[in-house]
């Protein structure tokens, strides 16, 4: 059945970030259409951020394309460039490749939501841009190591790796 | 820049459809977001359909995933189960190769719009559902034939070929 039934795929909330940076998906909450309904080669999700929400760390791709739609409330989209705007109806395109690291964020006291997309790759690295991470990931095999590859410390993530 | 200025996306008008065939795109506009803003991996875009329009001729992919969701207005999902209503948030997916043709037509008397993703493959088959047509391309060439491969004839698409 093609059309989706909305009300049978669960959010989750959280994030897989390492240690203590997994807070950062304390205030999202994740609705995966395409996982739920047999698509492969697209990620398609509604996110929902409660106010102070991420929708991730600030970050960019190096193998996948990625794109989203704002559906309700408002964000602002932060990137290298500053802070944009974001209400229901506005889209913004990333390229795979392109350095400039994003996020959206909610700021407001109310809901906001947005549907993303992004390319499904066997791998991918990406980079956050505002802290010394990267990630690469194979298959389900995900590895979060500082940009030159070595171990993530303490200081960064904590070291109860909670 | 990542976010979009959507005023500066022409809409485009019309099909690809040989012939006669051509027309069941009179009623329908393409804002082609993905292709504008860089991205290679999916296309995105956003389609209005006035009254009586259509997104497509009934049609499924082999290779490739697609997805949509409501933004403005109603239409009805036609597929091999029937019609449904699709409203603004309404979301529908088909995985590559599931041979359930589809598409999206507009019986109200005021526009409507949706957002739509397809996966961008080397090569692709599609087929027509109600219509004995079959669509193979390659890059940018399309060929159009029955679903034997054979030539599509007068009667299928005028003998004008306009």
Redesign the interface.
């Known amino acids: 059945?093609?059309?989706?039934d909305?009300s049978k795929i669960p959010f989750r909330n959280g994030s897989g970030y390492p240690g203590k940076l997994a807070r950062a998906g304390d205030d999202r909450y994740v609705q995966p259409?395409?996982d739920a309904?047999?698509?492969?080669?697209?990620g398609?999700n509604i996110v929902r951020l409660e106010p102070n929400g991420l929708s991730s760390l600030r970050h960019y791709h190096m193998e996948?394309?990625e794109?989203a739609?704002m559906?309700s409330g408002k964000c602002v989209?932060i990137?290298d460039?500053g802070e944009?705007e974001?209400l229901p109806?506005?889209?913004?395109?990333?390229?795979?490749g392109?350095a400039?690291g994003?996020h959206l964020v909610n700021k407001t006291d109310a809901p906001a939501s947005f549907?993303v997309?992004g390319?499904r790759t066997p791998t991918e690295t990406g980079y956050y841009s505002d802290i010394d991470m990267m990630v690469k990931f194979e298959g389900d095999d995900f590895r979060f190591t500082r940009k030159d590859g070595s171990p993530l410390t303490a200081d960064q993530i904590g070291d109860d790796n909670d």
Request: charged content about 15%.
């Open positions: 059945m093609p059309k989706i909305l259409l395409g309904n047999g698509l492969t080669q697209f398609v996948q394309d794109f739609i559906l989209l990137d460039d944009h974001m109806g506005d889209c913004a395109a990333w390229p795979a392109d400039n994003h549907l997309v390319t």
